[in-house]
């Protein structure tokens, strides 16, 4: 695991001796100073010749470049000799753990460069990486800072060349000394002496200027000149940010106590920085299921509340992640119990265009900044094998650039990474279902997407670090190349279509606008088969994957209707008719996250929220999102657990205001319905009709029954007391 840390150890017997912890005893040699230590060292050290080579370009080949690790005693003295001359910072002190190189060109000593212990907080890197306290206080150690940078020789793109070759041996280098594998380096560019142009050139990445803070300024001074951050991760692709952001094992989250709202189960432990903040979004919370389809203000009854409502969303601590934390706990308890549950990706839009006074906002059509205005919402809706909604495991929602120049450029897609692409949303939700799925070994996760999801790195990223209970469900749309055994190529469409039909099955279709529903017939091909990487990504040594197809074809489809023609890729093996089923089965459960999103909007009216700001607009959808799955989940309950005691969802003076008014009855009876004959009262309060021919109730009918019953009960409450 490396070297021992004898300076850290030094640092914290120090510690303990100034606390008078420990007595250590007297010290036995004065420590040199500088201006003596340099004699010492010129006078001790047969140390290597520091030539300040005035090479032509013409002299400089990569070949001749060489970088040394500094190890041994004169090779240091001669580092710090270096960098005591000629750098505007001198050799030191470094901080923490080091490591240092010295660069030599055609064996003449041009330069050195020194790499130690990263910055323990920083804004702009912080916020590039995007992890969380926890998660930096873990893996700060991942994170190095390049503290010097020195070449006596100015030779064109020898920086920049130096700069690449020894981030291609640092994370080698450090993990030899350390036992430590880094995985991105920082560096600081002082403003008013340079550019960072070598760094730009070497593809380091700029995220900001410090705020002039040293890392002894607990004064808040700010006293040292601002510095330009720039970043190089040492792992391709997003791997290290996902790893970065990892922090230490949770533990599941504990069944909520008997006398929780569901508010308090849902919301009670989210970390605003103020106990009051969290005790108001419970009440939110609350007051947005009560009357799901009411503006603010009459959500919240009075005048009082409602500015603390707009208070509490404009508060920088409402981010969508903080206010969704804890749901996405409990939805993970949730999915936890289950022995595999479904997690459904899907993006819809926002529409505020008629909102003028919205800040922040962005298109969301194709035809560029001058469309229709509004925000993106990708959610992650988890399911189980029931089709009960088990909630919200991650969401992400964003606004897209008016920036005229950032639009027109399809030609360039294919040169852009996938972390700097809208379609990295889908990794984002892979991410954070595989570590669920590692925190719930017990529990099969199975992620599902629509075409728009058939994205290659998705399926490298499942191949290369998924956890074993983590399975892709994907609808493909890319005609995509495949390897066959015989050493030809093929496409996947053309290739699973020459497989013999190995059965037939029956799928319901819904209805949509003018299309009635029906039963469609559907024939399925199924095979395996070897994915080739596009061309794009050859170049960047991605590898063919081994996934299973399932073509499912309609048989005999009706006149003017188009056929269901859907093509899937799976990770789980698909060798029967039974296995082929089995997916196809999975994926038609994909359409309740369009019911989910369905509730969110005409439910909840998420696009009739007027607030002041996309960052306000955020905090709100992050309520009513938990606030239409609550409602989606009634309504499955409903129809799953029918006998169950209506006291599950609703609350004494709730069920007791239901039934008088229901019956026309003063007197409410002693024992509660279940919860069938609940939702069918509340149902037809919302305009359903109860027909044998109707089935149960939907979303819609409840969402609006629940807001008469919420006056109904306020009603009956003030009626009670009053007798």
Sequence with gaps: MGRLREMGARVMLGRLNRKFDIELPAVKRKIPSSTSSSRVIKAECNALPIVSADLSPSNFCAQDVDLKV??????RFTWRELMEQNHYLGSGPLCGAQLKYLVYLSGALVGGLSFSAAAYALEARDKKIGWSDEARKQNLVRVICNSRFLLTSKIPNLASHVLSRVVARLSDDWNSRYGISPLLVETFVEKERFRGTCYRAANWI????????????????????????????LEPSSNWQHKLCQGPPKKLKSDPKKDASWAECEFGAVNLGDARLTARLVTVAEDFFQKPTANIPQACGSSAKTKAVYRLFSSPAATMDNLLADHAESTLSRCAKESRVFAIQDTTTLNYTTHHATTELGPIGSSGAEATLG?????TFMLNEADTPLGLLHAQCWARSTDPESYGKADQRYDIPIEKKESYKWLKGFHATAEAAQRAPNTEFVIMGDRESDIFELFDAQNKSAPQNLQLLIRACQPRKIHLDSG???YLWEHVLEQPIGGQMIVAVPGSGKRP?????????????TVAPPEKLKKRKFNPVKLFAIAAVEIDPPQDVEP??????????????????????WYVKRWNIEVFHKTLKSGCEIENRQLQSAHNLKAALSVDMVVAWRIFHLAKLGREVPDAPCTIFFAENEWKALMCFTHKTPVPPECPPNLKDALLMVAKLGGFLGRKSDGMPGTQTIWRGMERLSDISEACAVFFNSS
């Excluded at 410090?210 to 002894?216: E, V």
């Excluded at 925000?375 to 959610?379: A, D, F, G, M, R």
Aim: proline share 4%; aromatic share 6%; hydrophobic share 35%.
């Design 70 to 75: 500094v190890s041994s005693r004169e090779e």
């Design 375 to 379: 925000l993106l919402l990708h959610s």
């Design 564 to 585: 269901l023609q859907w093509l899937l890729l799976s990770t789980k093996p698909v060798t029967s008719f039974a296995e082929a089923h089995q997916k196809v089965t």
């Design 206 to 233: 700029y995220v900001g200027d410090t705020k002039g803070r040293g890392r002894n300024d607990s004064g808040r001074r700010c006293n040292v000149p601002i510095k330009q951050i720039f970043l190089c991760p």
């Design 488 to 490: 030809d190529n093929k």
């Design 517 to 529: 529903a029906r039963q469609a017939c559907l024939g399925l091909h199924f095979t395996q088969v």
